[in-house]
Nanobody, 125 residues
Framework: QVQLIESGGGLVQAGGSLRLSCAASRRTSFSAYTMAWFRQAPGKEREFGAAISRSGGNTNYADSVKGRFTISRDNAKNTVYLQMDSLKPEDTAVYYC?????????????????WGQGTQVTVSS
């Protein structure tokens, strides 16, 4: 019902920056959804990265990215962003955008209803 399309992934050197975007389908009531970014590295389970509330007033970050990544949203554009700074090789993963209708009270993947196809981020040393 809700289509999410990620973009902005690529190859970057350690210490560099990258900005990911996730655009929701035009007919989506975007402001009704909590948005989040998850990531999955090769051979590892999917893990929570960051989430942002419906209005954008509250954010939540995994300890592994806190202080380096910033999640934001522009409800007028139906888009959520992930600004990634001070990237490390261990940040290499496929990054997924996810949407939860209403308030997602915890950083659990099971709370999210819709998922994007993912965008690859590779950080070289």
């Amino acid at each position: 019902q809700v289509q999410l399309i990620e973009s902005g992934g690529g190859l970057v050197q350690a210490g560099g920056s990258l900005r990911l975007s996730c655009a929701a389908s035009r007919r989506t009531s975007f402001s009704a959804y909590t948005m989040a970014w998850f990531r999955q590295a090769p051979g590892k389970e999917r893990e929570f990265g960051a989430a942002i509330s419906r209005s954008g007033g509250n954010t939540n970050y995994a300890d592994s990215v806190k202080g380096r990544f910033t999640i934001s949203r522009d409800n007028a554009k139906n888009t959520v962003y992930l600004q990634m700074d001070s990237l490390k090789p261990e940040d290499t993963a496929v990054y997924y955008c996810a949407a939860a209708f209403g308030n997602a009270a915890a950083p659990r993947s099971s709370l999210y209803d819709y998922w994007g196809q993912g965008t690859q981020v590779t950080v070289s040393s």
